[in-house]
């Protein structure tokens, strides 16, 4: 089991820009995917992005295409997401998620964060 501690969240304008990390401890990062999800009040978790053990595969939600971008540090044990051009939707709790495949499901994932909130303004 990997400990996951997501910071960064916070209060900002519509057009602005926030970059989340997720800490790891317990077990190295380098063994698992890692995935961003996010749960808007009333509303189901989200995928939101993920990124393979290694870096090289990356998926994203339509919704946040082109805006987010998912990276990670390994020798930190560090996983982000830059998130640009951040719109009101995009209100929510986001939390980190440690998996043995990258994947878009919820269910692909054993070990999660206890989220950051991000809010933003119109």
């Known amino acids: 089991q990997v400990q996951l501690v997501e910071s960064g969240g916070g209060l900002v304008q519509a057009g602005a820009s926030l970059r989340l990390s997720c800490i790891a401890s317990?077990?190295?990062?380098?063994?698992?995917?890692m995935g961003w999800f996010r749960q808007a009040p009333g509303k189901e978790r989200e995928f939101v992005a993920a990124?393979?053990?290694?870096?090289?595969?990356?998926y994203y939600a339509d919704s946040v295409k082109g805006r987010f971008t998912i990276s990670r540090d390994n020798a930190m044990n560090t996983v982000y997401l830059q998130m640009n051009s951040l719109k009101p939707e995009d209100t929510a709790v986001y939390y980190c998620?440690?998996?043995?495949?990258?994947?878009?499901?919820?269910?692909?994932?054993?070990?999660w964060g206890p989220g950051t909130q991000v809010t933003v303004s119109s």
């Open positions: 317990g077990r190295t990062l380098s063994m698992y995917a």
């Open positions: 998620a440690a998996g043995r495949a990258v994947g878009r499901a919820v269910g692909s994932y054993d070990d």
């Open positions: 990124i393979s053990w290694s870096g090289g595969v990356t």
